[in-house]
């Protein structure tokens, strides 16, 4: 009995990839100072795909980079794959960050690189995987979002929608736990940002991760397993999907 409870236990927390608890941000000092999270309270469970909505300046990206390990939580409790990221030091924010996919507007794509060799930089970050296999898995990924023939091509040389999935490719190609992606059709037409949602869900879930979606496209929101509304630095609607 005693055993099975532990087992329990164990796979409840293993299932709650991001706990937060009364979690507040400020940016800038004294008089400067504005706080841009209240009280924030949220749980995204192994497997779910949450979309994060709001108006803009709501605090939207601040909570997806304290989720990410992009920078150091400051009030409440922010634990992520069970790991306190409440003044945590720069070595355990960057621990958190090899587990972590990141998918942004921008794609942030290096123009001097070929699609493969930025899709192959995620993995660079890993110990224990050799070149070839490397370039195996960068290419794979790239075959998987349909640029298989373009592994040698910089992105100047792409559109939009295939910078996006070179973007999506290098997310998740290392298999992180979880991907984070902030605004990830903002600038793409409606089928090419349909196709990359649903492309990032199905690949996502082969893998077994969780996928955040920071949003104000509307025409995506059937994707999602539950919907959670910031506004004004504070959560107002947790809601499942359609």
Same mark, same amino acid.
């Given at each position: ?17 991001? !706990? ?95 699609? *493969? ?65 902030? !605004? ?34 509307? *025409? ?5 397993? *539950? ?16």
């Amino acid at each position: 009995m005693i055993f099975t409870q532990s087992i329990n236990n164990q796979r409840s927390t293993i299932d709650k990839v991001v !706990e937060i608890k009364n979690l507040s941000h400020f940016f800038g000092e004294g008089k400067l100072k504005k706080q841009i999270l209240f009280d924030i309270d949220l749980t995204l469970n192994s497997g779910e795909v949450i979309i994060l909505k709001g108006p803009s300046g709501s605090g939207k990206t601040t909570l997806l980079t304290l989720m990410g390990g992009l920078r150091s939580a400051q009030l409440g409790s922010l634990k992520v794959f069970g790991e306190e990221l409440s003044g945590a030091s720069k070595k355990k924010l960057v621990q958190i960050r090899r587990n972590v996919g990141y998918i942004f507007q921008a794609h942030n794509l290096l123009e001097s690189l070929t699609a *493969r060799q930025n899709v192959q930089m995620s993995l660079e970050l890993h110990k224990g995987i050799n070149a070839p296999q490397v370039k195996q898995r960068a290419v794979a990924l790239l075959e998987s979002v349909g640029l298989g023939e373009h592994a040698d091509y910089y992105p100047h040389n792409l559109s939009g929608g295939q910078k996006q999935r070179v973007a999506i490719a290098r997310a998740l190609v290392s298999h992180p736990r979880m991907v984070l992606a902030d !605004e990830p059709t903002a600038a793409l037409d409606s089928q090419s940002g349909r196709n990359i949602v649903e492309l990032m869900q199905e690949l996502a879930r082969e893998q077994g991760c969780t996928i955040l979606i920071v949003t104000h496209d509307n *025409r995506i929101l059937d994707v999602a397993d *539950r919907i959670v509304e910031l506004e004004d630095g504070r959560i107002t609607a947790k809601n499942n999907s359609f």
